[in-house]
Nanobody
Framework: QVQLVESGGGLVQAGGSLRLSCAVS????????MGWFRQAPGKEREFVAA????????YYADSVKGRFTISRDNAKNTVYLQMNSLKPEDTAVYYC?????????????????????WGQGTQVTVSS
């Protein structure tokens, strides 16, 4: 059974930092891609960042580019999202997602549609 478990969320002041983790168990996604999405109350789920397991190709939403960094540790089967210079508008539930096969241009994976597996989410709250 595949499980994605996020951790690292919390309450932080504007300008602060958090690092989210997504631990994957049940299988490896050596040919796949991992993504981070977020959803604020009353809003649709939106793409944040993605990374391929094999080559480490990355892609970011414009709203987080330069502030967030996605990375992966293949040995630990874990993906991270380092979030710096946090803003109140970053407040949301953050979800990690996995697609088992990465076969299209990475920009395709800004949609939640391709992803097969999702975590339960972790709350990030940024106070002003």
């Amino acid at each position: 059974q595949v499980q994605l478990v996020e951790s690292g969320g919390g309450l932080v002041q504007a300008g602060g930092s958090l690092r989210l983790s997504c631990a994957v168990s049940g299988r490896t996604f050596s040919r796949g891609i991992m993504g981070w999405f977020r959803q604020a109350p009353g809003k649709e789920r939106e793409f944040v960042a993605a990374i391929s397991w094999s080559g480490g190709s990355t892609y970011y939403a414009d709203s987080v580019k330069g502030r967030f960094t996605i990375s992966r540790d293949n040995a630990k089967n874990t993906v991270y999202l380092q979030m710096n210079s946090l803003k109140p508008e970053d407040t949301a539930v953050y979800y990690c997602a996995a697609d088992s096969v990465y076969y299209r241009e990475i920009s395709y994976y800004t949609s939640p549609v391709p992803y097969d597996y999702w975590g339960q989410g972790t709350q990030v709250t940024v106070s002003s």
